[in-house]
């Protein structure tokens, strides 16, 4: 089932962001618990709900898409975790080996582990394009590890090759999905995601990011902007 959710792109009046992509206001302290390791971004109160997000497989955690989404989270109540998947605490720079793709989601599930302690509210969990997509497979093989997904650039398929879909884990997915994408993203078009959107079992909502291709830290416009009240809108939809 999709969710409307109506999106404007651009900046806001009201953006009050940093070059960096942080708000004012806005703390962020690293976290390193010798399994988890990252960022955290705090609300100014008592959080409200936690998200972790992680990175693509040519990026790390400071990944800029990463520091726009977790800043704006956490100023909307929520503590905000960007984090780096096991492949990446492995070595600094290089692609995932996909025969150690397991590995890489237990480290998210280590990561909703670290926040379920920190944060009795709701918990998102996702990531940019591979991360997202292991975010996803985890949550297909166990829907209780999160209460809702935010996929950014989920890698539908290899460039220029549409015969070869990830979809198959798809309708597996029962909790709340929001996919962020380029409409020049070489890995789905925005017609391809939406038909790919169907196949999933819980609500969904499509975040179209207009002029832009597989890495959102070069949009343009600010994709957290419409991304995270789309996320909040389908969370408290579920709720």
Known sequence: ????????????????????????????????????????????????????????????????????????????????????????????????????????????????????ERVSGPLLLGGVSYGGRQTSML?????????????????????????RARTEHLPEITVPTVFVHGDRDPFGSPDEMRQALTLVSGATTFVEVTGAAHDLSRAKSDPSESAVPAALHLLAVKS
């Not at 096991?86 to 599930?109: H, L, M, N, T």
């Not at 949550?139 to 015969?163: M, N, Q, R």
Request: net charge neutral; hydrophobic share 35%.
């Open 1 to 116: 089932m999709s969710v409307p959710y109506p999106v404007e792109a651009g900046r806001g009046a009201d953006d009050r962001r940093r070059r960096d992509g942080y708000r004012i206001g806005v703390s962020v302290e690293p976290l390193d618990t010798g399994i988890v390791a990252g960022h955290l971004h705090l609300p100014e109160d008592s959080p409200r709900g936690a998200v972790a997000l992680t990175h693509g497989a040519g990026g790390n955690c400071d990944a800029r898409i990463l520091q726009l989404m977790c800043s704006r989270f956490a100023d909307a109540g929520f503590l905000a975790l960007r984090y780096d998947l096991p492949f990446r605490r492995r070595k600094p720079k290089g692609p995932p080996q996909p025969s150690r793709a397991a590995e890489d989601r237990e480290g998210v599930a280590a990561a909703a582990a670290e926040l379920r």
């Open 139 to 163: 949550a297909a093989d166990e829907p209780d590890i999160a209460d809702a997904l935010v996929l950014l650039s989920y890698p539908l398929h290899p460039p220029g090759k549409p015969e």
